[in-house]
């Protein structure tokens, strides 16, 4: 039976931070505030549309993996931003992308949408139905955003990751390279813990959109602990799945939701801090995109060597959560690059909040 082996990463942030600095500007925050209980210092916010950052972390991630576009047999891209419900943004990249041989779906699991993605990624491969499938998770969270709110704008930012899976059998494969073992879980009477109400039919199209409606209702403390007893949980069920201990992972990639959660989680799973990646300080919670961003990062920093045991795992709203054992193949360096970028803009970061503050938070 083949299995799921990641063979392309790629990423894509848009150019304008937003950093705590500019956040005082907004609310009642300060730097060491954020910092203390977030370890954040800036987060991206995009001037386009998720399908565009999605579409170029996808580009990135098939010329990394020297896959044609027309080979793709599956696209899937996670998120819970999509700027439309119908089509897809799956639907979108495979037009933009000429992957006109692949089937597309996006899928919704919040910030485990990654870790949901490779588990119904790792069945298709290994039933035999795809062989080459992209992986996008994007998100354009400033949408949902209410940035007089400090329990929330603080934390998210926005920006695409993309991996390539194909069916082990190659050259770059490696022996026993591959996803070992999933693990998936939720819990849906903890959903009132981070709800968004406003692009699901229980609107009524007659009205004006109130903004309570638009805006992320999160509630930190309980998410805080869900998020670190899901995390840890889910690891463990992972990597005993796989007949494998903490003592045998690598490198763990954790879905960058709060570095809080992340010290919390692996302190309880038994790793250790240099076994443990993140970049969340420069990029914030991106929900789907952190894994796939992040894995991107830890490559690019010589994080992950061939045949290292790598364990993704998150936690989202829903609540859900999900990890992701697997073995690294023989190749850690790209095999192309793509040389796209996103168009440039001359909008400045408080340019593209302002829409925001006038909708929720409305002076005067």
């Not at 870790?115 to 119904?120: F, H, I, N, Q, R």
């Amino acid at each position: 039976m083949p299995r799921a082996v990641i063979t392309g990463w790629g990423k894509c942030v848009p150019p304008l931070r937003l950093t705590n600095a500019d956040l005082e500007q907004l609310c009642d925050t300060s730097d060491e505030w954020i910092v203390e209980r977030t370890g954040i210092s800036e987060r991206r916010i995009s001037h386009v549309e998720a399908t565009d950052l999605a579409e170029l972390a996808g580009r990135r991630a098939l010329a990394c993996a020297g896959v044609d576009a027309a080979d793709l047999d599956l696209i899937v891209v996670a998120s819970c931003t999509p700027e439309i419900l119908c089509p897809t943004m799956a639907a979108m990249l495979e037009e933009r992308l000429g992957a006109a041989n692949a089937a597309a779906f996006d899928l919704n699991a919040a910030c485990s949408g990654f870790a949901y993605s490779t588990s119904v990624v790792t069945g298709m491969i290994e039933s035999g139905f795809a062989r080459k499938v992209l992986v996008v998770g994007a998100e354009k969270l400033r949408f949902i955003m209410d940035y007089r709110d400090r329990s929330t704008c603080i934390l998210f930012g926005d920006g695409a990751g993309a991996a390539v899976f194909e069916a082990s059998g190659s050259d770059e494969c490696g022996d026993g390279a591959g996803v070992l073992s999933v693990d998936l879980g939720a819990d849906g009477d903890q959903g009132k813990t981070m709800v968004w109400t406003h692009m699901g039919s229980k609107g009524d199209p007659s009205r004006t959109i109130d903004p309570d409606d638009a805006r992320l209702h999160f509630e930190g403390q309980a998410v805080f602990k869900i998020a670190v007893q899901g995390i840890a949980g889910s690891a463990s069920r992972a990597l005993e799945r796989a007949g494998l201990t903490a003592d045998d992972v690598d490198l763990v990639v954790p879905h960058q939701a709060n570095a809080r959660i992340i010290e919390s989680a692996t302190r309880r799973l038994r790793i250790d801090p240099d076994r443990v990646f993140t970049n969340i300080a420069h990029h914030g919670n991106t929900a789907a995109a952190s894994i796939p961003m992040a894995l991107h990062d830890a490559l690019d920093e010589g994080r992950i060597s061939p045949g290292d045991l790598v364990v993704l795992t998150a936690f989202g709203g829903g609540v859900t959560w999900g990890s992701v054992v697997l073995r690294w193949g023989d190749r850690v360096e790209p095999l192309g690059a793509y040389e796209g970028e996103l168009p440039p803009t001359d909008a400045t970061v408080f340019d593209l909040l302002q829409p925001n503050l006038d909708f929720f938070a409305p002076e005067g």
